[in-house]
């Protein structure tokens, strides 16, 4: 068998955030999110529906669908993360995955405004989703093997996060030179789009869906080239029972570990607090602000070139500091900045009022998007890092696992209390909250993380 160096295990690893990325990127945050509540809120005022209220329902619907696919991800994922370890093969399930996510993603080009359906987009977004959320726990869960020091782990998660946010930014400003019509009928780049796309049809945002599809598929070849199993001997025949029965185990061992569980209890809020940003940012923007999908789309750009840099930046930080300063410190900014992002209207900053025609509100939301790509990039980078210190190095599958379960096991919270506060208001800025309180809470419980963990300290 052929012998594959470290430093291509590394890129290997590496080019699974770069491909997976625009799912994040495209789908969920700056591109088709806003789409999908642009689309239906037209329907909704279409059937009588005013445009505030229509636009909440829209936000309450995304928020929803978010929120039921976040429940089948919490269920699962600690299950299949002890599989994989009793097992020791991964790539099988990341093949599967990766299946998922190609599927869910290339199905979005059928989401037509004239034959629009809120359920059939939720499901196949929600397929895609499922698979991209599940790859990642498996492909977390090399981390450990990378590199034989660990203090290295903080700099190689930043740097594959870093990596990540480029290829992000590389499909983005794909989509937007030479895809996305303004509203002139042409691109960014003053180009037709590609393809003869009908931007009255929506084909030419549509296309996001086939072009995330594709995308994957191409950047997955280097992972798979270069990241090898290593399967346990004698793996038990009955593995569901005996994954079920060591994750049962595992589950009832937690309170004796408690670094861990506050760990897992800590990253559960403030991941949800963040991906309720990054989810409702865009919609926000477009809804309350009024922005076109191409603003959207520049308005991440900014996010993803700051949550590069910092990714990269604080990977060297994390190197120096260990992660549990870093996780600290971006969830500080994150909670600042999400109190700004609330007072932001079209007539109003900090709830200042602010002469008609003023740029400023759109300035401000650019300046928190900055703040938010940055400190998000590096919040993400080392909390991944921070579960190799905390999990026992003999079932680090299954705590990616749990670390995932952690993530998802309130992932239909931030959208559901979303989805509620809009509701509840009929308004789209005060829909977004409630991450305000997750943030704060998942602050409180870093208090008795330990920086080495449990198992290590």
């Known amino acids: 068998m052929v012998t594959i160096s470290q430093r291509k295990r590394i890129w290997g690893w590496y080019f699974f955030d770069w491909a997976s990325q625009p799912y994040n990127t495209l789908l969920l945050t700056f591109i088709f999110g806003p789409y999908f509540t642009n689309t239906l809120a037209s329907n909704l005022m ?23 696919t976040g429940i089948m991800i919490a269920f699962l994922a600690p299950l299949l993360g002890a599989i994989a370890d009793n097992s020791g093969r991964k790539l099988p399930w990341i093949w599967l995955f990766s299946a998922m996510y190609f599927v869910g993603s290339a199905a979005l080009w059928w ?54 946010y480029v290829g992000g930014l590389v499909a983005l400003v794909i989509m937007l030179l030479l895809f996305q019509a303004t509203a002139n009928g042409t691109t960014l780049a003053g180009l037709k789009p590609l393809l003869g796309l009908d931007h009255s049809t929506k084909a030419d945002t549509r296309i996001v869906g086939p072009l995330t599809a594709i995308w994957f598929a191409v950047f997955m070849i280097p992972f798979f080239a270069f990241t090898r199993d290593t399967a346990i001997t004698g793996a038990p025949p009955l593995v569901i029972k005996d994954s079920l029965s060591a994750l049962l185990q595992t589950l009832r061992r937690l309170p004796s570990h408690p670094s861990l569980l506050a760990y897992l209890g800590s990253s559960m809020f ?51 500091l260990g992660p549990l300063p870093v996780i600290v410190f971006c969830v500080l900014a994150l909670t600042f900045v999400s109190l700004l992002i609330i007072t932001i209207t079209p007539g109003s900053v900090l709830f200042i009022p602010i002469k008609d025609g003023s740029n400023m509100p759109n300035v401000t939301f650019f300046i928190a998007g900055a703040v938010i790509g940055a400190a ?6 080392s909390s991944r890092n921070m579960m190799t210190r905390q999990a026992n190095p003999d079932r680090m599958t299954e705590a990616f696992g749990l670390y995932a379960l952690s993530g998802k096991a309130t992932s239909f919270l931030a959208p559901a209390l979303i989805a509620l506060a809009s509701q509840i208001t009929g308004s789209q800025r005060l829909g977004v909250s409630p991450v305000v309180a997750l943030f704060i809470i998942g602050l409180i419980l870093l208090l008795w993380v330990k920086p080495r963990g449990d198992f290590k300290s």
């Open 111 to 164: 989401t037509a405004p004239d034959s629009f359906s809120a359920l059939w987009t939720l499901m196949f977004f929600g397929i895609g989703l499922i698979g991209m959320e599940f790859a990642t726990i498996f492909t977390n869960s090399y981390l450990p093997d990378l590199h034989e020091d660990p203090d290295e782990l903080g700099r190689i998660s930043g740097s594959g996060w870093a990596f990540g």
């Open 46 to 68: 279409a059937d009588g529906l005013t445009e505030g209220a229509a636009r909440a329902q829209a936000q309450s619907t995304w928020g929803w669908g978010l929120a039921v």
């Open 270 to 320: 403030y991941r949800d607090a963040l991906n309720g940003l990054y989810t409702f940012g865009g919609i926000y923007a477009a809804g309350v602000l009024g922005w076109t999908v191409t603003q959207v789309g520049i308005f991440g750009i900014v996010a993803i070139i700051t949550g590069a840099a910092f990714s990269w930046i604080s990977g060297r930080v994390d190197r120096r």
């Open 376 to 381: 998000g990039g590096a919040l993400q980078a």
